[in-house]
């Protein structure tokens, strides 16, 4: 089973954590699993770009789409949680009236207990 949470990582970005889990696997480990990524753009929200759609596709779990509005300047940080070891694949959308304006497409390799950081430029 699949559940989407948000959660904020600071006052200052506007945009709430996304995250995707296995419910017993975020409940059985103490730490989370997964990614941490900090998207930056020169951008401007809302005039050129007014949300973020994520497409998440892992080796385990089903592909998972979600559209995040943006209410604040770049740049912004998204927490990807899985549940154990796996190669997750991540295509980033900046939208502006649901048209796609640009992307970034991240593929990596997730370790048991850690929040691996990556950069996304939009």
């Known amino acids: 089973m699949i559940r989407t949470r948000t959660r904020a990582l600071s006052p200052r970005w506007a945009l709430a954590a996304l995250s995707l889990a296995a419910a017993l696997g975020s ?10 990524l900090t998207i930056e753009s020169s951008y401007r929200v809302p005039g050129e770009v007014d949300a973020l759609m994520i497409r998440i596709q892992s080796e385990v779990y089903a592909e998972r789409l979600q ?8 740049p912004h940080t998204l927490i990807v ?4 070891p796996e190669t997750v694949t991540v ?3 900046a939208m502006r009236q649901d048209r796609i304006v640009t992307s970034a497409h991240l593929e990596a390799t997730v370790t048991w207990g850690r929040l691996k950081p990556y950069t996304l430029s939009l």
């Open 27 to 36: 409940a059985s480990c103490g730490e989370a699993t997964g990614l941490l």
């Open 67 to 74: 559209q995040i509005p943006l209410s604040g300047p770049f």
């Open 81 to 84: 949680e899985v549940n154990g």
């Open 91 to 93: 295509t980033l959308h």
